[in-house]
């Protein structure tokens, strides 16, 4: 028996059976697909290279020639653009000005593959049917081989299982996000114009696009192919009349530069769709068990944030769980720093999310402020967790203040309608309660 069953073979996975291993602890990564097997999350914030590099995954991801992402790069409707440049803020503890843009497929195979280097035993193709439980403590899970249903034990069980949230459905602690309801669509295309500036063309770019919480992702995957796509109200995909090609184009022309990226570009490969991706557990954590990744909460991919959450959430619960295994103890109060740490991060990436789209100008200010435009770098490099305050944030919500106070302020008509002094219903009310107590 292992210490440790981890479902999912994805990054939080991955990073989670890594630094397992790293401090001798046995685990057990059950995968339901075989990798390679594509997946949305394709650009990185520098953050993630910090886990990389502690995983011995930076010399890999060279050699494999990924993307160099160098920075950031908006587009407003107007055509005006403007970008941030990672070297413009290195990490003490971060050695590389640049992180990079992945190929899913590829990047999880190697990442699940270097677990295994170091010690996880990796199952493929054994989907987990559910969570077994004695009582309250979970002990195990069921997974299906071929026709056989197998039932296996360990001390901890350790959800990674993405978007599928196995055991956050099983043990209804899934809430839908209150403010965030979008719909993606995406697909791979060569030939795309990668912007008139040289030094930006690696960058991701993000385009706005005229409809409320919109927007549209490019991102280079290889020196041909860029991946491609379009985020909206999952109302506004569903009122569209039309075939998916023809929703891409409207709204691809909806925005002058992003018409012009992808004027003589063809599409490689089938569409997808992404729905339903805003939400949180109540819980991180129970007897037994912990949440990592997408399996806890996803937050509005706008700024890149998931994969470096995942990466994260496996370095701080593999912390906890090392200490639960020393004195015997797998009680969910073993593992609630893990999700005060999670927590504390998420929180801030979320705030810094709701007030972006709460009045775009906004962020565009800020970014270019003297006084402010570094804290948004930190922000946007995934500098997240273990900070009790961030300042940025709070002249954010002032200024937002002074809008909504002032009728004939410039930017008065440019504010959407997502709360933002309404908190008590909110998952961030309830977050930010549970970290500022240290309780939760
Ligand atoms: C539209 C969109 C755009 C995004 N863009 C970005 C981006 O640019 N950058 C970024 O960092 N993030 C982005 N993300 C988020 C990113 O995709 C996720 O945050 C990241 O993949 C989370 O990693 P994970 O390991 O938690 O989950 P996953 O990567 O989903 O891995 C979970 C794994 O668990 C396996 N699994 C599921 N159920 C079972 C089961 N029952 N038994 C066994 N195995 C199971 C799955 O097969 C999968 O391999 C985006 C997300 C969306 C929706």
Do not use: C
Request: cysteine-free; glycine content about 8%; overall charge negative.
């Amino acid at each position: 028996m292992v210490d440790v069953i981890i479902i999912g073979g994805g990054p939080a996975g991955s990073s989670i059976g890594s630094y397992l291993s790293m401090k001798g602890i046995s685990n057990m990564i059950i995968e339901k697909d075989i990798h390679p097997r594509p997946h949305v999350g394709e650009s990185m914030v520098t953050s993630s290279s910090l886990v990389f590099e502690e995983l011995g995954m930076l010399p890999i991801m060279e050699k494999e020639k990924f993307v160099h992402k160098g920075g950031a790069s908006w587009h407003e409707p107007g055509g005006r653009e403007f970008a941030i440049h990672f070297r413009d803020l290195v990490r003490e503890d971060i050695h590389q000005d640049y992180t990079y843009h992945v190929d899913r497929s590829k990047l999880d195979l190697l990442l699940l593959k270097n677990a295994q280097k170091l010690g996880s035993q990796v199952v493929q193709g054994v989907n987990v049917k559910q969570v077994l439980f004695q009582g309250n403590q979970a002990v195990g899970v069921r997974a299906q081989l071929g026709d056989q249903e197998v039932d296996l034990h360990a001390k901890i069980i350790v959800d990674a299982s993405g978007r599928s949230t196995i055991l956050g459905r099983h043990l209804n602690m899934k809430k839908n996000d209150p403010i965030f309801n979008q719909y993606a669509v995406h697909a791979w295309f060569e030939n795309v114009h990668r912007g008139d500036i040289e030094e930006t063309e690696d960058y991701i770019h993000i385009y706005f696009l005229p409809v409320e919480r919109g927007w549209a992702w490019q991102i280079p995957i290889t020196p041909e192919i860029t991946s491609v796509g379009i985020v909206v109200e999952r109302e506004v995909f569903r009122k569209f009349k039309g075939d998916m090609s023809s929703y891409f184009d409207t709204y691809v022309n909806s925005n002058v530069a992003l018409s012009k990226a992808l004027a003589n570009a063809h599409q490689i490969n089938e569409f997808k769709t992404e729905g339903d991706y805003s939400y949180s557990m109540d819980q991180f954590v129970g007897d037994g068990f912990l949440l990592v990744g997408d399996a806890a909460r996803f937050v509005d991919p706008i700024f890149s944030s998931g994969v470096s959450i995942a990466l994260y959430s496996g370095r701080f619960a593999a912390d906890v769980i090392e200490n639960a295994l020393k004195v015997g103890d797998f009680s969910k109060e073993m593992f609630i720093p893990y999700q005060t740490k999670l927590k504390s991060g998420t929180v801030i990436w979320y705030e810094f999310i709701r007030l972006y789209y709460k009045l775009l100008p906004l962020f565009t200010h800020f970014i270019q402020s003297k006084k402010y435009g570094i804290e948004i770098h930190r922000l946007l490099q995934g500098d997240v967790f273990d900070r009790s305050e961030v300042e940025v944030l709070d002249a954010m919500r002032r200024y937002i203040e002074a809008v909504e106070k002032k009728e004939n302020h410039i930017f008065r008509a440019q504010l959407t309608n997502i709360p933002i002094d309404e908190i008590p219903e909110t998952i961030l009310a309830e977050s930010l309660a549970q970290v500022s107590s240290g309780n939760d």
